[in-house]
């Protein structure tokens, strides 16, 4: 798959209204910039949500790492913003060094930067747009544990893909070891519950229909209490995002699967030119 020499029009694809995606993670080598390259080419969106993580300025700060992929996705997430379509930027804890540039107001080649949003539906809903790291309690009242966490998460990440080596080799298919200790490990699940729990009271607290967040990097959508919760997920691992289709129907992508794009397949990283 080359997702290098993009033009200025995006191909063919589907049409959304609305796109929520979050948790990038550009800086690392685990962001897969080819796959959401490939997503942001083919799609297009009245509205597109950065709902946070969007640059890894935590794991750039200890280690510079960013190739054409990366540079490619800045570009056409400009692109969207320079064809019309209203984009928001709203950092998350490990982007948070934007977050000094709130007060102002900032609106950057037409990317606005805000701290949360509010996004109407088509039926008149009104949803919270936010990283949602602020009802993290490791994240807030712990950031030596969130900091070690991301350590252990970028270890099990390398872990994975031998791991993954090793049943390719024997003729398996790609299987995410990290997803799966996080969704065995039962406290990793009860806080995963809590933070659904508050976000969803913070958006009813606040008289919202439902909130929308990532943080996670576990796609989610589901009612809770009569707040809709909506997780985009990340492109790390599920490489999914978070569509309001033009009717106002809300779906969960799974790019990767639905486009049957292999993880063992090599990155094919070529000059990108200037747009």
Not at 47 to 54: H, T
Not at 145 to 171: E, I, M, P, Q
Not at 245 to 253: A, P, Q, T
Request: aromatic residues 12%; neutral net charge; proline residues 2%.
């Amino acid at each position: 798959m080359n997702v290098a020499n993009a033009t200025d029009q995006q191909t063919s694809g589907p049409s959304y209204r609305s796109v929520f995606i979050s948790d990038l993670h550009l800086g690392t080598r685990g962001c897969r910039s080819d796959f959401l390259a490939d997503f942001l080419r083919r799609v297009s969106c009245e509205q597109m949500y950065l709902v946070g993580d969007i640059i890894d300025g935590w794991r750039l700060r200890k280690s510079w790492y960013w190739d054409a992929t990366h540079d490619e996705v800045i570009r056409l997430i400009l692109l969207h913003a320079r064809n019309g379509a209203a984009v928001t930027y709203i950092p998350g804890n490990h982007d948070e060094m934007f977050r000094a540039w709130l007060p102002m107001g900032l609106e950057i080649a037409g990317i606005k930067l805000r701290k949360d949003a509010v996004h109407s539906m088509v039926d008149g809903r009104r949803l919270l747009v936010m990283h949602g790291d602020e009802f993290d309690s490791v994240v807030r009242y712990a950031k030596f544990l969130a900091l070690l966490g991301d350590w252990a998460y970028t270890g099990a990440l390398v872990v994975n893909r031998w791991f993954n080596f090793g049943r390719r080799k024997l003729g398996y298919p790609y299987w995410s070891l990290s997803a799966w200790a996080k969704r065995q490990v039962k406290e990793a699940v009860k806080a995963i519950d809590r933070f659904e729990a508050a976000l969803a009271g913070e958006a009813r607290r606040r008289g919202f229909d439902g909130v929308v967040c990532g943080h996670i990097h576990h796609a989610e959508m589901r009612e809770i209490n009569g707040v809709l919760y909506l997780n985009d997920g990340d492109w790390v691992e599920s490489c999914t995002a978070l569509v309001e289709h033009h009717d106002g129907r809300l779906e969960l992508i799974d790019w990767a699967a639905m486009n049957r794009l292999s993880f063992f397949a090599p990155r094919k990283v070529e000059a990108v030119q200037p747009a």
